[in-house]
C-alpha cells in the first residue's frame, strides 16, 4: 500500500498562473481532505469530499476548486495563483465519516511569486 | 477565543527528560482528542486519541483529557532525539459532524537533543 501520495512534491508559480495539485489514495477511502498549513497557523481545511462525485467547501476554500471523479483520486485546482496560496498542502484521506484518524500524504511546497 | 490553543513553541529539551505537550479548548462538545506527530517535511500521522476524559497510555506516551478544565495533554517519558517533532493536537464532536469537522491546534515544535 503506498497510502496517500501527492504530486508535485515542490512548486513555483508566478503570479496569475494555475495548476492541479494531484492527491491519490489506495485504501478505498470514501473521505478524502484538503489542508494547507501556513507557518504558525495549524491546518486549515480547504475542501473535502465524501465520496465520488461529492465535494463541499471547508474553511478556507476561495481561490480553489476540487473534483472527485473516483473514489481513488482528489485533485485540488488553483486558478489564477496569488502570494496568499504560498504555503504547504496536505492531502489526507479517511475510511468513515466518524473516523478520527485521517492518513496524511507527504504534502506539496507551493510558492507563488 | 479560538477553539483550540496550542502553544507554538519551540520547545528544546534534553535526551532522557519528561516533555508535557498542552492544548486547550473552548467548545464543550468536543468528546475526541487526538495528537498528530509530523516530522519536518511530512504530512501529519496520528500518534495517540481519547474518548471523552482520561488517561491512555502507548509505550513511552500519555495522553490526557481534563473536560472539566477544557485541557489536554500528551507526556512523552524518557523522550529520544527521534522524538523531535511537531505535535498537533486535534479535537472534534464526531457524533454531531464528520471528521472534517476536526479542528487541529497549530502545533508545537519539539526537539530532543542527544
Known amino acids: 500500500n503506498a497510502g496517500v501520495t501527492q504530486t508535485p512534491k515542490f512548486r513555483i508559480l508566478k503570479i496569475g498562473q494555475s495548476m492541479t495539485l494531484q492527491c491519490a489514495q489506495d485504501?478505498?477511502?470514501?473521505?478524502m481532505y484538503w489542508y494547507r498549513q501556513d507557518p504558525g497557523m495549524g491546518l486549515k481545511l480547504i475542501y473535502y469530499s465524501v465520496g465520488a462525485g461529492i465535494t463541499d467547501k471547508g474553511e478556507v476554500p476561495n481561490g480553489y476548486n476540487v473534483s472527485r471523479s473516483t473514489t481513488e483520486d482528489f485533485p485540488l485546482r488553483l486558478e489564477l495563483a496569488a502570494p496568499s496560496q504560498t504555503s504547504v498542502y496536505f492531502c489526507a484521506s479517511s475510511h468513515r465519516r466518524t473516523s478520527y484518524e485521517q492518513y496524511f500524504g507527504p504534502g506539496t511546497r507551493l510558492t507563488v511569486t | 477565543q479560538k477553539e483550540v490553543e496550542q502553544d507554538p513553541g519551540p520547545l528544546s529539551v534534553p535526551e532522557g527528560a519528561i516533555v508535557s505537550l498542552n492544548c486547550t479548548y473552548s467548545?464543550?462538545?468536543?468528546?475526541?482528542f487526538m495528537w498528530y506527530r509530523q516530522y519536518s517535511r511530512k504530512g501529519p500521522e496520528l500518534l495517540m486519541y481519547t474518548y471523552s476524559s482520561g488517561n491512555k497510555e502507548d509505550g513511552r506516551f500519555t495522553a490526557q483529557v481534563d473536560k472539566s478544565s477544557k485541557y489536554i495533554s500528551l507526556f512523552i517519558r524518557d523522550s529520544q532525539p527521534s522524538d523531535s517533532a511537531t505535535y498537533l493536537c486535534a479535537m472534534s464532536d464526531l457524533a454531531q459532524g464528520g471528521s472534517e469537522k476536526l479542528v487541529f491546534g497549530k502545533g508545537t515544535k519539539l526537539t530532543v537533543n542527544p
Open positions: 467548545n464543550s462538545a468536543f468528546q475526541y
Open positions: 485504501m478505498n477511502h470514501n473521505y
